[in-house]
């Protein structure tokens, strides 16, 4: 299986930033795309940014220009840096990856336990 850790969540002040990271570990094969979501108190969980295994990069239009998604292969992390923060920013964030493991090759995705994220005005 594959546990991820996420770290890096906290309270900001707007206009502040803060980086999260995600750590994926276990018996993988491969990591395929790497993504954040983050889901606001009653509202759907949404696609804030991801990164393909070559580097290519989406975001959402709200945080373009403002977040910043990464990813270091050789340690098997993900990290998103969020500058000049928004209190609707303002969410509990989860890591999304998808891999395959050593003993079965499929794609098979993964969610992080989720960070808090709060932007006060």
């Known amino acids: 299986q594959v546990q991820l850790v996420e770290s890096g969540g906290g309270l900001v002040q707007a206009g502040g930033s803060l980086r999260l990271s995600c750590a994926a570990s276990?018996?993988?094969?491969?990591?395929?795309?790497m993504h954040w979501y983050r889901q606001a108190p009653g509202k759907q969980r949404e696609l804030v940014a991801l990164?393909?295994?070559?580097?290519?990069?989406n975001y959402a239009d709200s945080v373009k220009g403002r977040f910043a998604i990464s990813r270091d292969n050789t340690k098997n992390t993900v990290a998103l840096q969020m500058n000049s923060l928004k209190p609707e920013d303002t969410a509990v964030y989860y890591c999304?990856?998808?891999?395959?493991?050593?003993?079965?090759?499929?794609?098979?995705?993964?969610w992080g336990q989720g960070t808090q994220v709060t932007v006060s005005s």
């Open positions: 990164i393909a295994s070559g580097g290519s990069t």
């Open positions: 276990g018996n993988i094969l491969s990591i395929y795309s």
């Open positions: 999304y990856v998808v891999v395959s493991l050593v003993r079965d090759p499929k794609p098979v995705p993964y």
